[in-house]
């Protein structure tokens, strides 16, 4: 009984951080002329999916992050990633890699499942 709250309150907390980063990072990507059309974050198995329509684009690119950790250094907190999936090739300086500095207020908004 207790684990499926604890699951059910893990849950709600990933949704309510997915929704707050997704609103941030399409205002960031309004500049760019994408939008984050999904984003879904599993803090319990360590995966993010993101879904992103692109300017000049026909597909969505799906990105997942899988065993991922966030980690500091310095002051700064990093999202490091394991494995980063993408659903069809797109070179991007800022998504190929495996390590990504989270903006201060990312890191605001999702601080309760770090």
């Known amino acids: 009984m207790f684990s499926n709250l604890k699951s059910m309150v893990g849950s709600g907390k990933d949704t ?34 993101v ?18 950790a966030i980690t500091t250094k310095n002051g700064n907190y990093f999202l490091e990633v394991e494995v980063l999936e993408k659903s069809h ?13 989270i903006p201060p207020e990312i890191l605001k908004a999702a601080e309760f499942i770090l």
């Open 16 to 49: 309510a951080a997915s929704f707050a980063i997704k609103q941030i990072v399409n205002l960031k990507a309004k500049k760019t002329g994408a939008s984050v059309e999904a984003l879904h974050i599993n803090s319990k198995e360590k995966y993010i999916v």
């Open 51 to 68: 879904t992103l329509l692109l300017k000049d684009e026909t597909e969505p690119l799906t990105i997942k992050a899988l065993h991922y």
């Open 89 to 101: 090739p797109w070179e991007n300086k800022y998504i190929d890699g495996k390590r990504y500095k």
